[in-house]
């Protein structure tokens, strides 16, 4: 049995990430793909780093940094789905193109690019849904997220096979993006 094809996808926070996962996957049919959100590996509260806002009076559990993910359970798990009966493995999150040995289970890895102007307005309707305060919300984006997304994810492009294009303006190049990915899995998948 052949290892599945893995596609990682990295991206700021509220960029589409999740939505790009789930539009190849639904594309992909009638091949099984498997979903991973590094979400689900972020450490124990106790255990996460801190972020301090620029003026040092107020500080966050910092949800934004590579420290805050169980990097080695999540190769893992990768690892394990690749060699199970699936055919395509996606692993999605604002830092899975950040660690080496992560990205060497990827067959194909994807950044999804959106200004800041557009995933911040996301992040606040999101965190807003999920009942947070509007106040709260806007002050972690302006203390951590922004700097957090310059200094570790935005990096993270660099790593990236193919940048698709997040914003709401953009669908019709995401589209021929998306439509390309989708021809070089199965391409893969059938030699």
Known sequence: MRPAFVIGIGGGSAAGKSVVGEELRMRLAPLDVSVI???????KADRLPRHADPSGQRSWPDHNHPGSFDFPRLGRDVLKAREGDTDVVIVEGILVLHEAELRELMDLKLFVAADADERIVRRIRRNVG?????????DFYLGSVRYRHVEFCEPTR?????VVPG??????AAEVVLTEVCERVRKALAS
């Open 37 to 43: 959100n590094q979400d689900r590996y972020f450490l």
């Open 130 to 138: 999920w009942g947070y305060d509007l106040d709260e919300i806007c």
């Open 158 to 162: 660099s790593h990236a096979d193919t």
């Open 167 to 172: 914003g709401s303006h953009e669908k019709a």
